[in-house]
């Protein structure tokens, strides 16, 4: 299971840090990925880190201003959001990905609005 | 990048008839592992994205047997055998070969 937190309203340029808790399987064995989803848009992959929180990617409109990290003692997967941007606002999932995108848990979402 | 490309993007269906979605990339999705890292999920009005096809055609344990998934290279295409009210949602392929992107979705409705 995972569970998300954090989201909330921010101004342009604020900072945000979500949060994803998981529970009932072995965290530090996976892949933990943020994907997103505008207000009636598609899916938006944005950052991923492998189990030991060496390897960490992110889509381009992103990188520089996201960080994406992990606390294995806590089980929880985490993402700092700064420089917030209007089209930063979207829903915020957490997913558990065993191979290459394969997401197979996902949390229902944090919604992060950003606007003045 | 790789920019996958889905067709229809709206997909009128009769319940218990077939629907069939496309998927395209811009490149091939074979990995230098030879394996092909093209993903399907379903997203439920207000719900989370479901997994329901992985690696173009292994089928999640929770998904009906009616979804398939089929192709190679740059082509591939999620198949309902006959649509059940339940299916109702929007559709999205997902390349993992090259970094992750997801196709536009499929709004698949009756």
């Known amino acids: 299971q995972l569970v998300e937190s954090g989201g909330g309203l921010v101004q342009p340029g604020g900072s945000l840090r979500l949060s994803c808790a998981a529970s009932?399987?072995?965290?530090?064995?996976?892949?933990m990925s943020w994907v997103r989803q505008a207000p009636e848009k598609g899916l938006e992959w944005v950052a991923i880190?492998?189990?030991?929180?060496?390897?960490?990617f992110y889509v381009d409109s992103v990188r520089g201003r996201f960080t994406i990290s992990r606390d294995n003692a806590k089980n929880s997967v985490h993402l700092q959001m700064n420089s917030l941007r209007a089209e930063d606002t979207a829903v915020y999932y957490c997913?558990?990905?065993?191979?290459?995108?394969?997401?197979?848990?996902w949390g229902p979402g944090t919604m992060v609005i950003v606007s003045s | 990048d790789v920019v996958m490309t889905q067709s229809p993007l709206s997909l009128p269906v009769t319940l218990g008839q077939p629907a069939s979605i496309s998927c395209r990339s811009s490149?091939?999705?074979?990995?230098?592992?030879?394996?092909?890292?093209l993903h399907w999920f379903q997203q439920r009005q207000g719900q989370s994205p479901r997994r329901l096809i992985y690696?173009?055609?292994k089928r999640d344990s929770g998904a009906p047997d009616r979804f398939s998934g089929s192709g190679s290279g740059t082509d591939f295409t999620l198949q309902i055998s006959r649509v059940e009210a339940e299916d109702i949602g929007i559709y999205y392929c997902?390349?993992?070969?090259?970094?992750?992107?997801f196709g536009q979705g499929t709004k698949l409705e009756i």
């Open positions: 997913a558990r990905d065993p191979s290459y995108g394969a997401f197979d848990v």
């Open positions: 009932g399987f072995t965290f530090s064995s996976y892949w």
């Open positions: 880190i492998d189990g030991d929180g060496n390897q960490k």
């Open positions: 490149q091939s999705l074979v990995n230098n592992d030879g394996n092909t890292y």
């Open positions: 690696e173009v055609s």
């Open positions: 997902m390349q993992g070969t090259h970094g992750k992107t």
